[in-house]
Each structure stands twice: as structure tokens, then as C-alpha cells.
């Protein structure tokens, strides 16, 4: 069946660093990609998606390439702020099954002053 | 305009007491979706609802689930029996149509004691 592998947290960064969070995926079909956070409090919100191999997914300063050839979906921001500290989570959509949505596990970001 | 709700916010019962929860989707929304988060499985599919085709139920972890979804509107999510492994944070969903994308509500933190 479907899964997605994010590596493991918390990750604790200081403010304007870089972030990488990994996130590979196993599906039988050609699936949709996604990252959610999810702040403090809050639901979970959509933060970018890609749809097809080569697709680059961006929002508020996060990219995400869809890697066919590497099975993977890494999030990165160039200089992370307070305001980024929220659980991230990433999951693929098979349309070959209902677009449910398949989740990693979640991983913490905390960002310092 | 108005998005997901879900009612009630919390709910604590005792072990062996049935439960509902309830999810109001986006207006217009023909794609329904519960996704359970717990500390154990993480965020985890239940089942989906499109239109008027019967429900994929594929995630449902016992019989003692149940779910419908009246007039392709509002959905009760069903637990009977409940037991301590039950507690978790319900989540749902709704999108415009299938593979469009899934517009989370703030969840129901059940806890079984």
C-alpha cells in the first residue's frame, strides 16, 4: 500500500536558518503531493502541493520539489521565522484510491528568537 | 466564507458509551472525508464520501465504527462501545470534487475514560 517516511523530529532551528525536512513516499499509483501544518491551536492547513513529477510546489516561502526518480517531496525555507514553529506533515493523495490522503508521521519545527 | 465545522470540540465519555461526532462540510462540497490523529497511528483515513456512490469505509478500524452523510451534506461519525484506544483528535474534510483539494475542520478531541 501507500506510505510516506518523513525523518524524525523535533527540529529545533534559530531564526533566518535553513530548513530541510525529508519526506519520501512508496505509492502503486501516480500520486499528488502535499505538505500540511498544522500551528499551534489551529487545523490543519494546506501549505503546498505538486501534481506531477518535476512539479515545484511553493508558498510563504517554502518550496517542495515532486522527485519521481527519488521517490521524495523535501520542504525547504531558505531563513525560517518564529512564526514557522507548527508541526508539518507530509502526505500523498492516490487517485486510484479515492484521493485519500496518506500522512507521515509529523514532524515539530520550533524556530528561537 | 464558512469552512469545515465539526461539533462538539471536546468530548469525554466513559469506556462502553456510544459517541457521535459531527462534521458540517463546505458548502457545495461533494467530497467528505474523516481522518483520524492519535499519538500511536498518527493522522490515519476512516472512510470517504462522493456524492451519492456508496462510501469507501477501507479505514474503519472495527465494526463498532460507522458513519453517514445525509442529503450529501452533514456527516455523523459513530462509535459504539467506545474504548480507551478510541481517544484521538477526529478530523474532517470536504474538497469541490475528488483529487481537488481537502479543506480541513478544527477536529473533535475525544477522550475515553
Known amino acids: 500500500g501507500d506510505s510516506v517516511t518523513q525523518m524524525e523530529g523535533p527540529v529545533t532551528l534559530s531564526e533566518e536558518a535553513f530548513l530541510t525536512i525529508n519526506c519520501t513516499y512508496t505509492?502503486?499509483?501516480?500520486?499528488?503531493l502535499f505538505w500540511y501544518v498544522q500551528y499551534p491551536g489551529e487545523g490543519l492547513q494546506l501549505l503546498l502541493k505538486?501534481?506531477?513529477?518535476?512539479d515545484k510546489g511553493s508558498n510563504k516561502g517554502f518550496e517542495a520539489t515532486y522527485r519521481k526518480e527519488t521517490t521524495s517531496f523535501h520542504l525547504e525555507k531558505g531563513s525560517v521565522q518564529v512564526s514557522d514553529s507548527a508541526v508539518y506533515f507530509c502526505?500523498?493523495?492516490?487517485?486510484?484510491?479515492?484521493?485519500?490522503?496518506?500522512f507521515g508521521k509529523g514532524i515539530t519545527l520550533s524556530v528561537r528568537p | 466564507g464558512a469552512g469545515v465545522s465539526q461539533s462538539p470540540s471536546n468530548k469525554v465519555t466513559e469506556k462502553g458509551k456510544d459517541v457521535e461526532l459531527r462534521c458540517d462540510p463546505i458548502?457545495?462540497?461533494?467530497?467528505l472525508y474523516w481522518y483520524r490523529q492519535s499519538l500511536g497511528q498518527g493522522l490515519e483515513f476512516l472512510i470517504y464520501?462522493?456524492?451519492?456512490?456508496?462510501?469507501?469505509k477501507s479505514g474503519l478500524p472495527s465494526d463498532r465504527f460507522s458513519a453517514e452523510r445525509t442529503g450529501g451534506s452533514v456527516s455523523t461519525l459513530t462509535i459504539q462501545r467506545t474504548q480507551q484506544e478510541d481517544s484521538a483528535v477526529y478530523l474532517c474534510?470536504?474538497?469541490?470534487?475528488?483529487?481537488?483539494?481537502?479543506?480541513f475542520g478544527p477536529g473533535t478531541r475525544l477522550t475515553v475514560t
Open positions: 474534510a470536504s474538497s469541490l470534487f475528488i483529487r481537488d483539494e481537502q479543506y
Open positions: 505538486a501534481t506531477k513529477a518535476d
Open positions: 505509492a502503486t499509483g501516480y500520486p499528488s
Open positions: 464520501f462522493q456524492g451519492n456512490s456508496a462510501p469507501d
Open positions: 458548502s457545495g462540497h461533494t467530497a
Open positions: 502526505a500523498l493523495s492516490d487517485p486510484g484510491a479515492n484521493s485519500k490522503l496518506t
